[in-house]
């Protein structure tokens, strides 16, 4: 689960889609619009980036 630094409101990785740009990873939290920081720790077995949140 990923939950938002600003809401506190927690939501399952295929709810909400990592986005990238110049200031790096994030997932923008459905309910509250608010930016969430991600750190990308590199490729799955399948291939697909995997994400963790950075503690602030
Ligand atoms: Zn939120």
């Not at 110049?22 to 490729?43: H, M, Q, S, W």
């Amino acid at each position: 689960m990923w939950t938002c630094r600003n809401c506190n409101g927690r939501f399952a990785f295929d709810q909400v889609e990592a986005q990238i740009d110049e200031g790096g990873y994030f997932f923008i939290c459905p309910g509250c619009d608010y930016r969430n920081k991600l750190v990308n720790t590199g490729a799955d077995a399948t291939g697909r980036p995997q994400f963790v949140q950075r503690d602030e």
